[in-house]
């Protein structure tokens, strides 16, 4: 059964869409490893492995569960619902929507689960997501290291100028060093480019070369490129350096065999610690010009929707009570505020603060909590439209289910 997506296409039946088997434009999707064809038709698991590459694994806490959950991987997709938390709201949504897809922040499986009964919340949602034929795929602490998804919505929608990640990562670059005969460099260079190799913050296509000469001598079995078996050989070679996220290995490596010439190719794969500014938790940026800090309340106010516990004045006293630099964190984040206030920030926006934290935290900053659900919820937009160019042929839609699990008391 076809159906209208927003815009007017349908999901199969587009002959505009049947023809437009297309590549994507790399450089709008700089975390996708290699071109993906968007296609009219594909299974679960290959849903599944597309959403891996939009939002990797490695950029994940090491206590989260992202990427797929549970569900039927082998069924054809349908289309995808996108949420905040899967909720029997939610599983019903997507009934109604034809999606079998559910794309969530919050994983539903996060706590291992040694059996599944009858009994508590995760338990009944796993049957029902499964007897009802969906499935589950959460892009959580990996879309919070991604400065555009869930605080650069906030950030977006507070105006905030020259963000900067406020609580880069480290840990997740890798640096091969590979040598490559001379007259086989550029096209070599070009094909580890072609799989994200040399990709840094906004820059792409980063390498470095140095030409030496380098020495072997093939043994008794070899079939050598270069040279014939007990003769040493000297070669103009390239040492060629590139630099690239972990998640990009098993594609530049597999990328480096095809493309080199050599029958054992010399090379060194090595981790590097240093912090990346292009990934990470939270952001600071700066208003366009300072306001009173209760204009400031009122703006985040209006935008989140919900009621706000800040630092009392006291607390902070904020000379003039004016504020230019705004750090923010979506969902839990509040740990991050000592980042916050060595970065400058006059003000602190997360959720789930603990009464020391108002107490430690002087000086200028203030801290604003508002609630944890409010400050994600801006951010379920940001996955859809992460998703939505890799399926053009399927419906990808935001929930219109409550996502909040809580209301106030007014
Ligand atoms: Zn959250």
Redesign the pocket.
Known sequence: MTRARPGGETRFGSKGLREAITWLDKSTLPLVQQPIRVQEAMLIDEAVRILDQIFPPGLQQSYDRCGFQCGRTDRPLTGILVGLDVSDELIEEALEQGCNLLVT??PLLFDPLTRIGNSGRVERLVHRVLEAGLAVYAA?TNADAMPDTVSGALADALGLRNTRVLDPLKGILRQLVVYIPADHAETFREALFQVGAGHLGNYGEASFGVLGRGTFKPLDGAQPFLGQVGQREEVEEWRLEFVFEAWKTPAILEAMTLAHPYQEVAYQLYPLEQKVSGYGMGLVGDLEQEIPLQTALQRIKDFLGCPLRYSRPSQTPLEGGRIRRIALC???GASLWPLAQAAGADLYLSSEFKHHHFLDAGGRLVLVEAG?AET?IPACDRLRQRITPLFRTFAVLNARSSQNPTVYLT
């Open positions: 922040h919050h959580h979506g969902g839990a944890h994600e």
